[in-house]
T-cell receptor, first 114, second 112 residues
Framework: DQQVKQNSPSLSVQEGRISILNCDYT??????FLWYKKYPAEGPTFLIS?????DKNEDGRFTVFLNKSAKHLSLHIVPSQPGDSAVYFC?????????????FGKGTKLSVIP | NAGVTQTPKFRILKIGQSMTLQCAQD?????MYWYRQDPGMGLKLIYY???????DKGEVPNGYNVSRSTTEDFPLRLELAAPSQTSVYFC???????????FGPGTRLTVT
């Protein structure tokens, strides 16, 4: 049972335009969400996060939106740059016991075309 | 700071062989994790540790063992390697009060 779903395996965007990566979750106990970025042959690196008590968090070109009622979050990258080309993973933390564990989605491969 | 380091980067094992994947962090993090990533899949938690001497199973622990004798090191042991253990293995660490985890570069393991 996949509790964190990234339904788009890949996404292509022109340089300078907006990239929108989506993530859905099923577990109501998730209370903290994170986005990781991964380049080939490297480990994932933390990008941005959001607590379930917020609906938006912004860091430079990156903004994460959370819609709790829809159990949906999205990562917006504006403007997109070729260096943003990578695989993006959505992850979620469950409140309570085992709260240090993260559940990851399968990832979305973003290609930013110059 | 080197962050999280993993050795080796690549390894090919024959079925039935054993090996230890090394992981070390120099950020004084209490929490450490081992994940595996299969092609086209997300990361799945194998084992984790909340401090020296304390370890527990994650989602996919079968075929693996861990130990945590120091804050810095968290080795992952594969006994009797099987083709199903062909994967990329990532070690990560984090602090108790923050949820972000910091990952090493990974070890690509092939079992044939």
């Amino acid at each position: 049972d996949q509790q964190v779903k990234q339904n788009s395996p890949s996404l292509s965007v022109q340089e300078g335009r907006i990239s929108i990566l989506n993530c859905d979750y099923t577990n109501s106990m998730f209370d903290y969400f994170l986005w990781y970025k991964k380049y080939p042959a490297e480990g994932p690196t933390f990008l941005i996060s959001i607590s379930s008590i917020k609906d938006k968090n912004e860091d430079g070109r990156f903004t994460v939106f959370l819609n709790k009622s829809a159990k949906h979050l999205s990562l917006h990258i504006v403007p997109s740059q070729p260096g943003d080309s990578a695989v993006y993973f959505c992850a979620a933390r469950r409140s309570g016991a085992g709260s240090y564990q993260l559940t990851f989605g399968k990832g979305t491969k973003l290609s930013v075309i110059p | 700071n080197a962050g999280v380091t993993q050795t080796p980067k690549f390894r090919i094992l024959k079925i039935g062989q054993s090996m230890t994947l090394q992981c070390a962090q120099d950020m004084n993090h209490n929490y450490m994790y081992w994940y595996r990533q299969d092609p086209g899949m997300g990361l799945k938690l194998i084992y984790y540790s909340v401090g020296a001497g304390i370890t527990d199973k994650g989602e996919v622990p079968n075929g693996y063992n861990v130990s945590r004798s120091t804050t810095e090191d968290f080795p992952l042991r594969l006994e009797l390697a099987a083709p199903s253990q062909t994967s990329v293995y990532f070690c990560a660490s984090g602090q108790q009060k923050y949820y972000e985890q910091y990952f090493g570069p990974g070890t690509r393991l092939t079992v044939t």
